[in-house]
């Protein structure tokens, strides 16, 4: 009997997926918070196809955008300051909702360094 659970429970839990529905997020408008320094910072950015406008304390950034598939992509600054800036992101989306997605990111070449946030949309289009 406990070989029978053990089997129907692992065929449940290897059905279940996360839902990733990512086609909603590649365009609007996106808000980001995180923590710098033990003080939340937010991030507004504007995603229109293969461009994105960032706006962040007084500051507006632009990257292009290069779609993976529907749910990852490189993110390139258009105007870099640095050699930090020059380095792509790559981020994937893991989960979607409604209004929201769980992401991970890293430069290109720099997997062992991935971050996770999530990203809540605030204008619908």
């Keep these: 009997m406990e070989f029978r659970s053990l089997i129907v429970i692992l065929l449940l839990t290897a059905c279940y997926s ?14 980001y918070a995180t923590v710098i320094n033990g003080e939340i910072k937010t991030s507004r950015f504007e995603r229109k196809e293969n461009f994105e406008i960032e706006y ?3 500051k ?5 955008i290069r779609w993976v598939n529907d749910c990852e ?6 105007n870099p300051v640095s050699n930090q800036d020059r380095k792509p992101l790559q981020m994937r989306i893991l989960t979607t909702q409604e209004a929201s997605y769980t992401f991970e990111f890293s ?9 996770r946030g999530t990203i809540r949309k605030i204008i619908k289009k």
């Design 18 to 31: 996360e839902e990733r529905n990512c086609l909603p997020f590649h365009e609007g408008t996106f808000e």
């Design 56 to 58: 962040y304390e007084g």
């Design 60 to 64: 507006i950034d632009s990257a292009s």
């Design 73 to 78: 992509c490189v993110l390139t600054k258009l």
């Design 107 to 115: 430069y290109v070449g720099d997997a062992k360094n991935k971050q």
